[in-house]
Nanobody, 119 residues
């Protein structure tokens, strides 16, 4: 079994910062791409940022220059540093990872963490 456990969400004022973490655990052989997605009320889940095992990153246009994704492969953990937060960043943020378990690559999701940007 593999689990992704997120932490770091909360309430922050506009212009503030938060750092999300997501740790993968279980019967992991290797982890490929990891990423963050978000879903606001009444909207579809959307990509925020992804990072490959080699460190290449990709960002949604709406967060470029404000968010930074990183990972620590020794800890099977991905991070999302969010700066200059805006009310429109309010959403449930989900961690995602492509994980090799034995000989099978599977896609896993975390349970989600709420981020609320409000004054």
């Amino acid at each position: 079994q593999v689990q992704l456990v997120e932490s770091g969400g909360g309430l922050v004022q506009p212009g503030g910062s938060l750092r999300l973490s997501c740790a993968a655990s279980g019967s992991i052989t290797s982890i490929y791409a990891m990423g963050w997605y978000r879903q606001a009320p009444g909207k579809q889940r959307e990509l925020v940022a992804t990072i490959t095992s080699g460190g290449s990153t990709n960002y949604a246009d709406s967060v470029k220059g404000r968010f930074t994704i990183s990972r620590d492969n020794t800890k099977n953990t991905v991070y999302l540093q969010m700066n200059s937060l805006k009310p429109e960043d309010t959403a449930v943020y989900y961690c995602n990872a492509e994980i090799l378990v034995a000989t099978t690559i599977m896609n896993y999701w975390g349970q989600g963490t709420q981020v609320t940007v409000s004054s």
